[in-house]
T-cell receptor
Framework: KNQVEQSPQSLIILEGKNCTLQ??????????LRWYKQDTGRGPVSLTI???SENTKSNGRYTATLDADTKQSSLHITASQLSDSASYIC????????????WGAGTKLIIKP | GAVVSQHPSRVICKSGTSVKIECRSL??????MFWYRQFPKQSLMLMAT?????????EQGVEKDKFLINHASLTLSTLTVTSAHPEDSSFYIC???????????????FGPGTRLTVL
């Protein structure tokens, strides 16, 4: 069964600190992995997208890694800001004809001043 | 980046009434749009794929007669929740696929969502 699991469920850190969010997946065949940021009551916004051959991709203070062998990904946020408070969702695209997106449940990140 | 809008942003209705939600791609044409539903503290669940000029494709378990989708133009898709009940209360989000990107690394832009509350 295609699944995407994220950890932790929620995380609270102080402003300025770094953090790392985890994503494990069992999706086959694998096409690509995406990280989205979703503010409360808003639609998701894409942060990164990585295909099988990519093992790291950055977008400003966000750096995503991908280990296709262990089927794990991480999202590292450096020098956190209050505006980083949001849910971060890991999404894996299955390499089938429909390019089905398998959504994780998300990690709710709270940045405290 | 590309902009996708939804209207209304929130709606409260009585049980048994129908509610229409609009999804518009403001600065690009989208042959494919997607409708998602999100319950509190859960991730997005794909309801249906909407293709301009053809019938929508519904995910397993989603009633097509209850959730009517119309993609009449390249910039507009509508979702109508018919005979709404309290269990239909949810956050409905649409996304539009950027043109000429049909494929595994397609770019989808998401709308801001519509909060539906059925009393």
């Amino acid at each position: 069964k295609n699944q995407v699991e994220q950890s932790p469920q929620s995380l609270i850190i102080l402003e300025g600190k770094n953090c790392t969010l985890q994503c494990n997946y069992t999706v086959s065949p694998f096409s690509n992995l995406r990280w989205y940021k979703q503010d409360t009551g808003r639609g998701p916004v894409s942060l990164t997208i990585m295909t099988f051959s990519e093992n790291t991709k950055s977008n400003g203070r966000y750096t995503a890694t991908l280990d296709a062998d262990t089927k794990q990904s991480s999202l590292h946020i450096t020098a956190s800001q209050l505006s980083d408070s949001a849910s971060y969702i890991c999404v894996v695209s299955a390499g089938d004809s429909n390019y089905q997106l398998i959504w994780g449940a998300g990690t709710k990140l709270i940045i405290k001043p | 980046g590309a902009v996708v809008s939804q209207h209304p942003s929130r709606v409260i209705c009585k049980s048994g009434t129908s509610v229409k939600i609009e999804c518009r791609s403001l600065d690009f044409q989208a042959t494919t749009m997607f409708w998602y539903r999100q319950f509190p503290k859960q991730s997005l669940m794909l309801m249906a794929t909407s293709n301009e000029g053809s019938k929508a494709t519904y995910e397993q378990g989603v009633e097509k007669d209850k959730f009517l989708i119309n993609h009449a133009s390249l910039t507009l898709s509508t979702l109508t929740v018919t005979s709404a009940h309290p269990e239909d209360s949810s956050f409905y989000i649409c996304s539009a696929r950027y043109p000429l990107q049909e494929g595994p690394t397609d770019t989808q832009y998401f709308g801001p969502g519509t909060r539906l509350t059925v009393l």
